[in-house]
């Protein structure tokens, strides 16, 4: 024992001991009363103690309803858990006087006789069966009902000494203790036999459906043969079997092909699904026993025969028992009375019970001995119907495993049938006639093919027309500018060079050809068909001649750069008076290339005039315009 105590009540540490701490590890710690009196002094010294006070305080426990009561001195009889199972069961009626309860009890009143929990208390074995030991101390505050002139009897002891539940438990369970258990299992029946018999023949009703329904299934039949024969097909022949137990079909899920993917349970339903469709309905046939998989069918016949014969003894008691003799009844008690009313429909049902037991009997025996299983084997009929409930969950979950391997593959196989057809070459794919963007793609190659540069052509030939009308002509880029003194001068009569001189008219006349002999409203047609070969694929033979478009840009890159620097020149030029024929024959004739077909507001533009009798003297010498 510690040698400092705390100063307030502190919770308690719950030991399990240690009964020979000699052989243990606290056999070290086995140290004398000194050694453990300055131990608990050094653990005072640091205080480990104060705060082990501190931290687990327990609680004082105050008395309600002030301090001055009166102590219960009530005597107790009956033991101290049958007291409390009394307040709980009785706390409905714990305002009504005792007087009231023992009266409602005793009269059968309803709301005793209806209330399931009051009714089941008052059934128990603790109050049919009294103990020697509380027989002894009850018999002198009893009265005994069974002997003459009970009415008159007086009690020896007031029973106001006992409890409330012992003056209860004194005047109902021990005063009429010799047809108490009769008393109860007669109202307890005519509350409960009606709800009962629903129950109990609804379930063997259900049973001996399912048993026909499996008797009469052919499908499951037509499906188990199926089993078997591949079964046989893949054992050995020292292996084959003429019939299966039921045990046999949970091990089709467990058997599992070369990858580990399919079971034989799911190659059976593929089977039966792709070449015997019309064995699938056998689901639905045999679909009853989903319901009744966990019913135990001999515990379910015990409490059929346990109704049976409940009714009979209820109804013995009343004829020849302890309800037989009213002069042993308590006056006020109207079990008789109330029990004989329900007996005429209780005898009717239990006689449609023992019918429906014993067909139900008779059926599940046979179907039991009819799928090859022993009826006198009690796990065997424990677990009949959970066999077949067993095989219908797998049966579907096969299928739902099935369909979906078999959708996976179907639309792998159109994804590579859809890949191939991409990946084969255009001559065999098969053209679509019907397609509409095809057929407007070739519209416009059709029509691109046809154009030509006829309008282009036209727009040339009318504009040198109108050139040469006005005694003018445009030089194109890369031609040969003419020599304006030549221009100047006339043919003479009698020069030997005149025949070989060309007349301004017929110079001015005759349409200047680019290089390569080709005009420029041929270079136009040239470049059409360029555009045109181009959207044919076919421009590459002509990638590199003369009139391929790597030339053209570097044509027209250079013609930029000559106007650029004609601009700047004009700008320098344009205070100075014009220039006379000798400075414009060293001036730099304009270029003017094929796209410059359109004369442009605003963009300079030189032009050769050739002398006239008005234009041309010596005295006027021939100038350039813009």
Not at 51 to 57: A, C, G, I, K, N
Not at 300 to 318: E, G, M, P
Not at 446 to 464: H, I, S, V
């Amino acid at each position: 024992m510690p040698f400092i105590r705390p100063k307030k009540k502190l919770k308690a540490l719950h030991w399990d001991k240690v009964d020979s701490p000699q052989v243990t590890v606290w056999a070290t710690r086995n140290a004398t009363n000194e050694e453990k009196e300055a131990k608990y002094m050094e653990l005072s010294r640091r205080g480990v103690l104060d705060e082990v006070e501190r931290l687990f305080l327990a609680r004082e426990i105050k008395a309600l309803g002030g301090g001055g009561g009166k102590k219960n001195d009530k005597k107790k009889v009956i033991a101290s858990n049958l007291a409390h199972t009394f307040q709980i069961s009785m706390a409905k009626f714990s305002q009504y006087p005792i007087d009231e309860v023992i009266r409602m009890i005793i009269e059968c009143d309803k709301a005793v006789t209806q209330d399931n929990v009051v009714m089941e208390f008052l059934s128990k074995d603790e109050l049919c069966t009294i103990p020697d030991n509380v027989s002894k101390l009850m018999a002198p505050y009893s009265i005994d009902w069974t002997g003459p002139d009970a009415k008159k009897s007086q009690r020896e002891q007031d029973p106001a000494e006992l409890t409330r539940e012992d003056q209860i438990y004194l005047r109902t369970a021990y005063e009429l203790h010799h047809y108490w258990r009769s008393r109860m299992r007669g109202l307890s029946l005519v509350r409960s036999f009606e709800p009962e018999y629903d129950e109990i023949s609804k379930q063997l009703q259900e049973i001996d459906r399912v048993c026909n329904s499996l008797r009469n299934c052919n499908s499951l039949f037509s499906i188990f043969g199926l089993i078997l024969d591949i079964g046989n097909f893949m054992n050995d022949a020292n292996k084959q079997a003429s019939g299966f137990k039921l045990n046999s079909l949970s091990r089709l899920p467990m058997l599992k092909d070369d990858k580990n993917e399919l079971t034989l349970a799911d190659a059976i339903e593929s089977v039966v699904r792709r070449q015997y469709p019309e064995w699938e309905s056998f689901t639905e046939e045999i679909g009853g026993v989903m319901a009744i998989q966990k019913v135990n069918v001999d515990q379910l016949q015990k409490d059929a025969k346990k109704y049976i014969d409940n009714i009979k003894n209820v109804q013995t008691s009343l004829d020849m028992g302890n309800l037989s003799e009213p002069n042993k009844l308590h006056p006020q008690d109207r079990v008789v009375q109330i029990v004989a009313r329900s007996m005429k429909d209780a005898r009717r049902k239990a006689e449609q019970m023992q019918l429906f037991l014993d067909t139900t009997k008779k059926t599940f025996d046979d179907i039991v001995s009819f799928f090859g299983e022993d009826p006198a084997d009690e796990n065997a009929r424990r677990d009949f119907f959970a066999k077949f409930a067993n095989f219908i969950v797998e049966w579907k979950k096969s299928q739902i495993k099935n369909h979906g391997l078999e959708e996976s593959k179907r639309r792998n196989e159109a994804s590579i049938a859809r890949k191939r057809a991409a990946n084969a070459p255009p001559s065999a794919q098969p053209e679509s006639p019907t397609s509409p963007s095809s057929g407007v793609m070739d519209s416009l190659f059709e029509k691109l093919r046809a154009a030509g540069p006829q309008n282009r052509d036209q727009r040339d030939r009318r504009r040198r027309a109108r050139l040469r009308e006005r005694h003018q002509m445009r030089i194109a880029s890369g031609e040969q500018m003419p020599d304006l003194t030549d221009l100047t001068k006339g043919p003479e009569a009698g020069d030997s060079d005149s025949a070989d001189l060309i007349s301004p008219t017929t110079a001015l006349t005759t349409v200047p050809e680019r290089e390569g002999g080709q005009s420029e409203g041929e270079d136009v047609a040239d470049r059409a068909a360029q555009l045109l070969q181009g959207l044919r694929g076919d421009n590459n033979a002509e990638a590199a001649g003369p009139g391929s478009l790597r030339v053209r840009r570097r044509r027209e890159g250079n013609d930029e750069e000559r106007r650029a620097r004609r601009r700047r020149r004009n700008g320098d030029d344009s205070a100075e008076p014009s220039p006379t024929v000798e400075q414009s024959q060293a001036a730099e004739p304009t270029i003017a290339t094929s796209e410059d077909n359109e004369l442009k507001p605003g963009a300079p533009v030189t032009t050769l005039s050739p002398p006239t009798p008005e234009r041309g003297s010596e005295a006027r010498p021939v100038s350039l315009s813009d």
